[in-house]
């Protein structure tokens, strides 16, 4: 069982920067992918960034591409999302997101959200 909390959201001006934190629950956190998703007003929730268990190879969205960087610190169970040139369409609630499989079995646990709000 993972427990996910986000935080750092908050209302920023465009070309500001955030950073975002995911602080995880549980002993196999290593073990987890972690990405952020994001879901704007009226939209899909969309994949922003990934991120392996280790950390070694990491992956965006094209829309966030050179903006944004996401990185993890395992021996602390955080997962964070550095979030710079923020646009108004950056505007979104910001989830954390958990995966790992086992064999035939995925495990998936997600964070309660936290709002970012773009504008001036």
């Known amino acids: 069982q993972v427990q996910l909390v986000e935080s750092g959201g908050g209302l920023v001006q465009p070309g500001g920067s955030l950073r975002l934190s995911c602080a995880a629950s549980?002993?196999?956190?290593?073990?987890?992918?972690m990405r952020w998703y994001r879901q704007g007003p009226g939209k899909e929730r969309e994949l922003v960034a990934s991120?392996?268990?280790?950390?070694?190879?990491?992956n965006y969205a094209d829309s966030v591409k050179g903006r944004f960087t996401v990185s993890r610190e395992n021996a602390k169970k955080l997962v964070y999302l550095q979030m710079n040139s923020l646009k108004p369409e950056d505007t979104a609630v910001y989830y954390c997101?958990?995966?790992?499989?086992?064999?035939?079995?995925?495990?998936?646990?997600w964070g309660q959200g936290t709002q970012v709000t773009v504008s001036s």
């Open positions: 991120i392996t268990s280790t950390g070694s190879d990491t």
């Open positions: 997101n958990a995966e790992r499989r086992i064999s035939s079995i995925t495990m998936v646990y």
């Open positions: 549980g002993s196999t956190f290593s073990s987890y992918t």
